[in-house]
């Protein structure tokens, strides 16, 4: 794994946090009942498309989105993983001790579904190690 700190501008940093709070707000953000059922995470989500994001009200998320679809155009030149970019993106928010367990869910059978490498955004605001959720 890689640890990336300060990957974009500190006004993308804060543009994705406040974008992603109104999100929150207005109720996009919920529980998938059936990973809550099993145990395998406590987080709401949201998916979101890069192409319907609001290129005036939600500049943060398009600059991080933007580049987050660099990734593996990158990795495709410097290590051969013939990757696949998505538009698609899944926004989670977790509550305090919150979880999410490691398991599969891209496919048990079919180990070339396009999905080798998971990218991660931490948008928390004063993050430290004791607060938890490190890879």
């Not at 974008?19 to 059922?37: I, N, P, R, S, T």
Request: proline residues 2%; hydrophobic residues 30%; negative net charge.
């Amino acid at each position: 794994f890689s640890v990336q700190d300060d990957w974009v501008e500190d006004t993308v940093t804060s543009n994705v946090y406040n974008e992603l709070e109104f999100l929150d707000y207005d109720g996009k953000l919920v529980e998938v009942q059936q990973q809550k059922m099993t145990g395998y995470r406590t987080d709401r989500i949201y998916w979101l498309n890069y192409d319907s994001l609001d290129r005036e009200k939600q500049p943060g998320l398009v600059a991080l989105m933007k580049k987050m679809i660099s990734i593996p155009f990158e990795l495709n030149k410097k290590c051969s993983l013939y990757l696949q970019a998505s538009a698609s993106f899944q926004i989670a928010c977790y509550p305090a001790k919150g979880y999410y367990k490691r398991h599969v869910d891209g496919g048990y059978e079919n180990l070339n579904n396009g999905r080798k490498i998971t990218a991660v955004y931490y948008a928390n605001k004063s993050w430290s190690s004791d607060d938890g959720g490190q890879l």
